[in-house]
């Protein structure tokens, strides 16, 4: 199993990014699937998750309406595209598989600051 982040990087309050995630070595058209931040001194924190067929999402609460989670099975691929970033949002993000996560990538460096 490989997970592996990009889109990170460093943006100011108010801004956007996307972030992906390609997966390999499983079928991620049979895996629900994860998002994962922890930000600095932090544990980790469940943010979004999205069923198999991308037809259900679920956001904790702190993100919602902020963050939309989604995939495309024909690329392998997932997606969280975070709107309106804020300074507490500043973390590292994984994706992960499943609601328990049995695998996480590296993770991927999103920073908000002015």
């Known amino acids: 199993v490989q997970l592996v982040e990009s889109g990170g990087g460093m943006v100011q309050p108010g801004g956007s990014l996307r972030l992906s995630c390609g997966a390999s070595?499983?079928?991620?058209?049979?895996?629900?699937m994860s998002w994962i931040r922890q930000a600095p001194g932090k544990g980790p924190e469940w943010v979004s998750g999205?069923?198999?067929?991308?037809?259900?999402?679920w956001y904790a609460d702190s993100v919602k309406g902020l963050l939309t989670i989604s995939r495309d099975k024909a690329k392998n691929t997932l997606y969280l595209q975070m709107n309106v970033l804020k300074l507490e949002d500043t973390a590292r993000y994984y994706c992960?598989?499943?609601?328990?996560?049995?695998?996480w990538g590296k993770g991927n460096q999103v920073t908000v600051c002015s």
């Open positions: 992960a598989r499943g609601w328990n996560a049995d695998y």
């Open positions: 999205i069923n198999t067929d991308g037809g259900r999402t």
């Open positions: 070595g499983f079928t991620f058209s049979n895996s629900d």
